[in-house]
């Protein structure tokens, strides 16, 4: 079992920066890939960035290339997903997940999910 916690989310102005984090606790965390997911009202949750379980491997959604940058520190059982050049469009609840297998990118491949933070950007 893995439990993971987010933080960081707010509100901020288009243009403007917040950086999340999801502390992880249980189970062995380097077991696992992590990802972003987010999810606008009415819409699917959709990954915005996995990355490995060393951290070398990342994949971004096209929408936020360039913009938002995650990280892991495995030595603190962290994540983190920075987010510069906010727009109102990336306002959403954002959630941290953790997959044992391969680095997914569909929400149903990963087991374990955060409760998620609200990041709304006003324009």
């Known amino acids: 079992q893995v439990q993971l916690v987010e933080s960081g989310g707010g509100l901020v102005q288009a243009g403007g920066s917040l950086r999340l984090s999801c502390a992880a606790s249980?189970?062995?965390?380097?077991?696992?890939?992590m990802a972003w997911f987010r999810q606008a009202p009415g819409k699917e949750r959709d990954v915005v960035v996995a990355?490995?379980?060393?951290?070398?491997?990342?994949y971004y959604a096209d929408s936020v290339k360039g913009r938002f940058t995650m990280s892991r520190v495995n030595a603190k059982n962290t994540v983190y997903l920075q987010m510069n050049s906010l727009k109102p469009e990336d306002t959403a609840v954002y959630y941290c997940?953790?997959?044992?297998?391969?680095?997914?990118?569909?929400?149903?491949?990963?087991?374990?999910w955060g409760q998620g933070t609200q990041v709304t950007v006003s324009s």
């Open positions: 990355i490995s379980r060393s951290g070398g491997n990342t």
């Open positions: 997940a953790a997959a044992s297998h391969g680095i997914p990118l569909r929400w149903y491949e990963y087991d374990y």
């Open positions: 249980g189970r062995t965390f380097t077991s696992y890939a």
